[in-house]
């Protein structure tokens, strides 16, 4: 099935193979180093994998290989497009900042397939680091950035600590999604009233009637990454978790990796997943699909594109 990817960090799908050459670490070391076990401590655990694959992308000429192998890898997965997010701030250990844009997006140019990027404030950074994000988004928005995101530990750093950023944002006109209800459902709700159309997993939301019914009336769509939410603990297995209850609740679902290498997984592998756990259906998938070109970050015309490489014509 073609499929769009919506939720994905650049960094947590670092290709293994390409690690290991820039590395010059065996690929054994490398995999230890990248993937994350299928049951982690909490989210913190999870994210400690992202040190290694981080401290390889500290080059430009590294940066444009490392983008373009990811899209190889999107391709071989038949995405026909793809939303990439990154914290532009971590790769800056030499490189400034437009580097670091102005790398990715040679690594993504001349591909078979459309991709666009979002740039992550982080959950931790103080106010001017992530207003740097945010600024470098606006400069690039509509030239390969199409929104901005805020991603990292949300048990240790709550939303509303962060709500003035995305005001500035939306003054700015940059569109954004929020990570949100991955481990609790407090920030859930911050993020619907910021008017987030989109919320990063936000599948904490199942615990709360209120919550789903205001998701439902504001029309938001749930990016869901089901192996990454049983990595972090935030349910226990396949079948606990609730991708299905959200569905028939019939709110709007993305499926999504999160991090291909982190969580050792392609869009395929979490479609078949949701498939033999979760009774999803083709048809459901395909809907989902639909779904996710209408809350891409993409012109009417480019969704029309997408759609008709679906074959589900309005």
Known sequence: MKKIELHLHLDGSVNLTLASTLSKLDLNIVKNKMIAPLKCKN?????????????????????????????????????????????????????????????????????????????????????????????????????????????GDEKKYKLKEYLSLFEYAKSLNIPFTIHAGETDKIDILSAINLGARRIGHGVFSITDDNLIQKLRKKDI??????????????????????????????????????????????????????????????????????????YAFLSDLEKEELRKQLDILD
């Open 43 to 151: 989210l913190g655990d999870y994210l400690t994998r992202f040190d290694f694959p981080i401290s390889l992308m500290q080059t430009k000429e590294n940066l444009e290989l490392i983008a373009s192998k990811l899209v190889d890898d999107l391709i071989n997965d038949e995405v026909i497009y793809a939303e990439i997010r990154f914290n532009p701030l971590a790769f800056t250990s030499t490189l400034t900042l437009d580097e670091v844009i102005t790398s990715i997006l040679r690594g993504l140019s001349n591909k078979k397939i459309k991709t666009n990027l979002i740039l992550c404030m982080m959950r931790g950074y103080n106010y001017d680091d992530n207003l740097k994000i945010i600024n470098l988004a606006k400069k690039y928005l509509g030239k390969g950035v199409v929104a901005i995101d805020l991603a």
């Open 221 to 294: 769509l749930l990016e869901v990454c089901p192996t990454s939410n049983i990595q972090t603990n935030a349910f226990n297995t396949y079948l606990d978790h609730p991708i299905k209850k959200l569905y028939d609740l019939n709110i709007k679902i993305n499926l999504s990796t999160d991090n291909m290498t982190v969580s050792n997984t392609t869009l395929e592998k979490e479609y078949e997943i949701v498939k033999k756990y979760n009774n999803l259906t083709d048809l459901d998938l395909l809907k989902m699909n639909k779904d996710s070109i209408d």
